[in-house]
């Protein structure tokens, strides 16, 4: 076998992650009144707009979590022996991105480098003469003749690009118009113009839009992409573009994992504190003040070094330095989780103790309903709505804080490439003249349209799930 | 202005509210004429353009709100043509309102004075001191006693009458020439609600002020108004001198309000009720907007809206009936006609006397701990509840009355355990429920259930209908298997008029009364003996009310069920009690059959609260002479008068009162009293 597969933790959490959203999904389309929320959202053009861009994002980081060792060549005595390096789908997919490194800073699309430096210049007379000048870039526009040829190069590879992405997007709505069209019984154009019109039926119109703007840059990128640095390298040279698409499955892990440690925290310790009052709350009141009381910043300063020093002193532990940054990366994860859950505690504990004096509530008492049937079937579903709003601001807050903590030092390991490590080293490109401005315009643009994409899915989902809502939109 | 000019003039008033591209009309040409010294109620149920039309005069609209047309002269100007600016000074200086409540009006962090002052600053321009001796003035014009204190306080420290007086003394600090009173007395206690009326009555004669009452409450209207109108879907539908409105309603709707309230007279029988809703903003009928519901209706009623026909001088009303002279359904024709069954015989009572009781509460007493201080000791205790007893037998009713505060809903959630009691025993059907655990109590509570005041906050709105009902069968295992659980649904909707398409839709997608019903029978689906209704009907319209009592009479004679009926509405208690319990800060203070206790009431307390009850029947009951009127307000539960709790209010206290509570004095085999002035002779 010429690789072997790794299946490192944050892997194993991010595939059970998507088991439990295929469960989900299979849950709920078997219970139709959930099965119609799921339908409302379809019919919310944002959301499905929204959906479709962290579809995208979403199949980025998930090819980026199937890790495997590449077998190195020659491998001595018949065995097989495997690279230290741990490679993802995506780092195969992106290898002449991955590989081809410049020396230092280059603007996107650069053909020379963006500093002077002396370099030897072999005068036609063949003395060799030191000049300062920006040198020609080792792979950055590297096949073209004459770099004045440059800019049409360009031209003719982004026209081709949107001709390829028109042809691919007609397709696609093509296939789905069909395919409509053969379940609705109606003509092709019929089911074709049907896609457009806005009103009854999943928001057609947004997805393809979405995804008519997704493959004019994919196309745009994968037509650059060989012969240029779409958006520039940074300072050792590595090309912006595959950094950014490796920070994605970092925000990824950051928000998602942390999420999950948070969520049965701050859900549970608040239902229950809300809920039974009494000792319970004081203790829970107790803990989180105090915890609330610690500046965030030192507290998970403290358990990052803790755990730094652990896995330093326990190199036994890792095959591999992927292995090594992937357990750093989880157990920030799990400090963040531990450290952010107070908010979301404090804000489901008082509605816990308004919910609980409704008279449904008491309703359900009057039956003799066990606590946690109350909590489970009138207390939780009346309080989603507040978990997933909670869920999306703290997804955005959650990417950020890791590029605070970068900056402190203690946030994800050096080696690991993330929206944090990319923005904290903009910090001294920003001082340079002249500005380096592309490594943080590109994170900015990508850290942007993730996050509003979840915003605007989770302001969709929260829409449809509330029974109040769609009653004053009907 | 012409002297002989009305001092309010409303002419075709139409106003809608913006709902995406479309304006849907609220209120539909409604015009009244209002003058000085006069008092117009506008009665109605909720969303009929009430509220809407007085907001709409004040062009105080909310964001969605908008006047699409008609002319609203007040003292001579047209108001809806006037700049901003001066509209401003028509606020508070020309017109004022007050709204209906009290403790949402007034800014919580500012103190009483400052906000008089404000008012005073813009209309009087009056600053500092000046300022100061007129709110003193103002204060002291609305009977808040100690005016120079309340001054300097903030509204918390007030209670909800005396907000309400601070509220009707902001209105007067402009010198108002009209106040549009919006519900003001709705979310206040009967005694409170006639001091708030009376008040409003003297200032009104004292200045000669203009007043729009808006009310859905017969016995308001009947207590202060001139003139009614009545509207109805945001028209005005009648408009009728009070002696005329009450004597002799020409509207089928107004005619189908008075037949829907329930008292006495209409005990045993079935009350009025009006089928169907108001119709939607965005489907109104073209004809006549009663037409839907209307017994006389035929076809030019739905394809030709009534013009005005008037069988009075000053009385008008917009129906086709009217068209031909003494076509109009004879005015109380249903208004006797019910009364047939009467009170209960004395058989009845006597047999009630000797069954077992299904229910018996002794001494029962519900204490909440008053914590203080960092290590939370208890520092006293608030005794909500403080040694009531009682008995019910099946198929019977009591109603436990009280004003709010008195702790009878903490007797409700008592007896059903919801509530620990401090003491006292609780007995069901010869069980004592006191001290159970909740697992021992778990089969018991099949045998009690509840329906709450609020149907928008009864009601998980994430559930469906169906796993609302089904959840009481749910948890005690009644119908098991899906199939025959959902026929079980289906036929608990049916019996409470429900379509058993219901069962797959939310609680959002009904009206209140709907709602209503769908919490009953949430309540029967356990077969229960005992249904404790926590003033069912408070949060409803008189025509939907009275759809619910029905539907709660119909299932006691069918499934002889037995209700602690706990209210604050006598004319309910009247229709559908068979005993009832007066409380007063934790304590029964009266208990009898409704014909001792209502006819003859002997505490002086429970005299107070029915002579406070503005009836609504002018004709029917001639009006109080013996008005008596309530000082002050419920004293604290956690710190009650010593002595009978009565007394600081009390018109016959004496120094017995001020040194220990009264025992019981039975004065017949049910009727028993608490109060020293029967002591002696008993």
């Known amino acids: 076998m010429s690789f072997q597969p790794v299946l490192l933790w944050s892997d194993l959490l991010i595939w059970l992650l998507v088991a439990g959203a295929v469960a989900l999904g299979v849950l709920s389309a078997r219970n139709p009144p959930l099965r119609a929320a799921w339908a409302r959202v379809g019919r919310s053009r944002p959301g499905m707009a929204a959906a479709t861009v962290l579809l995208a994002f979403l199949a980025v980081g998930l090819l980026d979590s199937l890790h495997y060792r590449p077998a190195l060549p020659g491998g001595e005595g018949g065995r097989t022996v495997y690279s230290v390096e741990v490679l993802s789908a995506l780092d195969a997919l992106l290898t002449p991105l991955r590989t081809r490194n410049e020396k230092t800073y280059s603007a996107p699309l650069a053909t020379r480098a963006h500093a002077r430096e002396a370099i030897e210049v072999r005068a036609p007379d063949g003395s060799v003469r030191q000049v300062r000048d920006y040198p020609r870039l080792r792979h950055g526009g590297a096949h073209l003749g004459d770099e004045a040829a440059r800019d049409a190069d360009v031209a003719a590879r982004l026209l081709r690009a949107c001709a390829l992405a028109a042809g691919l997007w007609l397709a696609l709505t093509a296939a789905v118009a069909a395919r409509r069209a053969a379940r609705d019984g109606r003509g092709f154009a019929a089911a074709w113009r049907g896609l457009w019109r806005d009103g009854e039926g999943f928001a057609w119109n947004a997805v393809l839009g979405a995804l008519a703007a997704l493959l004019l840059l994919a196309c745009a990128l994968a037509a650059l992409v060989p012969e240029y640095h779409v958006f520039g390298t940074d300072k050792v040279g590595q090309d912006v573009l595959y950094q950014v698409l490796k920070s994605v499955r970092t925000a990824l892990v950051i928000g998602l994992v942390t999420t999950l440690v948070m969520l049965p925290l701050a859900v549970l310790l608040g239902i229950v504190a809300g809920y039974f009052r009494g000792w319970a709350d004081d203790a829970i009141q107790y803990l989180y003040t105090t915890l609330n009381s610690i500046p965030g910043v030192l507290l998970i300063a403290a358990a990052v070094l803790m755990m730094q020093v652990v896995i330093d002193t326990h190199p036994q532990w890792f095959a591999t330095a992927a292995e090594r940054a992937d357990l750093r990366l989880l157990a920030l994860c799990l400090i963040l989780g531990m450290t952010s859950w107070t908010g979301l505690c404090r804000l489901l504990r008082g509605e816990a103790l308004k919910l609980r004096e409704l008279e449904y509530i008491q309703a359900a008492q009057a039956f003799g309903v066990s606590d946690l049937a109350i909590i489970g079937r009138h207390l939780l579903p009346n309080l989603m709505h507040i978990v997933i709003i909670a869920l999306v601001m703290d997804f955005s807050s959650l990417v950020l804080a890791e590029a605070v903590l970068s900056y402190v030092g203690i946030g994800v390991d050096p080696t690991m490439i993330s929206f944090g490590t990319m923005i904290n080293n903009a910090r001294m490109e920003l001082a340079r003249e002249p500005v380096v401005w592309w490594s943080l315009a590109a994170a900015f643009f990508f850290m942007f349209a993730l996050v509003l994409a979840a915003n605007l899915l989770a302001d969709a989902v929260r829409d449809a799930f509330d029974p109040r809502m769609t009653g004053a939109a009907s | ?682």
């Open chain 2, 1 to 682: 202005m012409n002297r002989d000019d009305p001092l309010l003039s409303v002419r075709d008033l139409r106003m809608g509210f913006a709902d995406g591209r479309r304006v849907l009309a609220a209120v539909e040409g409604v015009g009244f004429d209002l003058a000085a010294g006069e008092t117009l109620a506008l009665l109605g149920e909720s969303g009929c353009g009430k509220s809407a039309t007085a907001l709409s005069l004040l062009r105080l609209l909310p964001a969605a709100g908008r006047i699409l047309g008609g002319e609203v002269r007040f003292a001579g100007r047209d108001l809806l043509s006037l700049p901003e600016s001066e509209m401003r000074a028509v606020r508070g200086g020309g017109m004022a309102m007050i709204f209906q409540e009290p403790a949402t009006s007034l800014n919580p962090v500012l103190t009483v004075g400052r906000q008089i002052g404000e008012v005073l600053e813009r209309h009087a321009g009056l600053t500092g001191e000046g300022a100061r001796a007129r709110a003193l003035a103002l204060l002291a014009d609305v009977g808040i006693a100690d005016p120079a204190r309340r001054l300097d306080e903030y509204p918390f420290q007030l209670s909800g009458g005396m907000k309400q007086r601070v509220m009707i003394a902001m209105a007067l600090a402009g010198n108002p020439r009209l106040l549009v009173a919006d519900e003001p007395t709705t979310a206040l206690d009967v005694t409170i609600q006639a001091q708030i009326l009376e008040l409003l009555g003297r200032l009104q004669a004292e200045r000669g002020m203009g007043i729009l009452l808006i009310t859905h409450d017969l016995g308001v209207v009947a207590r202060m108004a001139t003139r009614v109108g009545v509207m109805y879907a945001g028209e005005l539908v009648e408009e009728a001198p009070r002696a005329a409105f009450f004597a002799a309603p020409r509207h089928p709707y107004t005619q189908k309000l008075f037949a829907a309230l329930p008292d006495l007279a209409r005990r045993g029988g079935r009350l009025e009720t009006i089928p169907g809703q108001v119709p939607p903003l965005a489907a109104m009928p073209s004809g006549c907007r009663f037409a839907a519901r209307c017994p006389h209706a035929w076809q030019r009623c739905r394809d030709e809206a009534p013009a005005w026909h008037a069988p009075a001088p000053g009385h008008r009303v917009r129906c086709h009936l009217l068209e031909t002279p003494g076509g109009s359904v004879a005015a109380g024709t249903s208004v006797g006609a019910s009364a047939v069954t009467g009170v209960p015989d004395a058989a009845s009572v006597a047999h009630a006397a000797e069954a077992a009781p299904l229910l018996a509460v002794t001494d029962l007493r519900v204490h909440f701990p008053l914590r203080r201080g960092l290590l939370q000791r208890t520092v006293g205790h608030v005794k909500a509840v403080d040694g009531v007893s009682l008995t019910l037998a099946r198929g019977r009713t009591l109603a436990l009355v009280g004003e709010s505060g008195c702790g009878k809903t903490t007797v409700g959630k008592a007896i059903l355990q919801l509530v620990a009691p401090t003491g006292g025993s609780v007995r069901l059907d010869g069980c004592q429920l006191v001290g159970l655990g909740r697992q021992a109590l778990r089969p018991l509570r099949r045998q009690m259930q509840m329906v709450f005041q609020d149907p928008f906050a009864s009601l998980n709105p994430r559930m469906t209908v169906g796993e609302i009902i089904g959840e009481g069968m749910a948890a005690f295992a009644v119908a098991r298997p899906a199939g025959e659980r959902a026929a079980a649904i289906a036929a608990l909707l049916a019996q409470v008029g429900l379509d058993a398409a219901a069962a797959g839709r939310y609680p959002h997608e009904f009206s209140g009364g709907q709602r209503q019903r769908i919490a009953i029978a949430r309540a029967l689906a356990v077969q229960p003996g005992l249904i404790v209704c926590d003033e069912p009907t408070s949060a409803l319209d008189v025509s939907v009310q009275a759809q619910i009592l029905n539907l709660l009479g119909t299932l006691q004679a069918e499934l002889g069920l037995a209700y602690l009926f706990i209210t604050h509405n006598f004319a309910v208690v009247e229709y559908l009690a068979h005993e009832v319990a007066v409380m007063y800060l934790g304590r029964i203070v009266e208990r009898g059959n409704v014909a001792e206790v209502l006819r003859t009431p002997r505490h002086p307390y429970t005299q107070a609260l029915l002579s406070a009850v503005p009836s609504p029947r002018p004709d029917a009951r001639p009006m109080q002479q013996d008005f008596v009127r309530l000082p002050g307000e419920t004293p604290s539960p956690a710190n009650p008068p010593a002595g009978c709790h009565f007394h600081p209010r009390c018109p016959r206290a004496s120094e017995a009162c001020r040194q220990r509570y009264p025992d019981v004095t039975a004065l017949s085999p049910t009727h028993a009293v608490s109060c020293h002035l029967y002591n002696d002779g008993a």
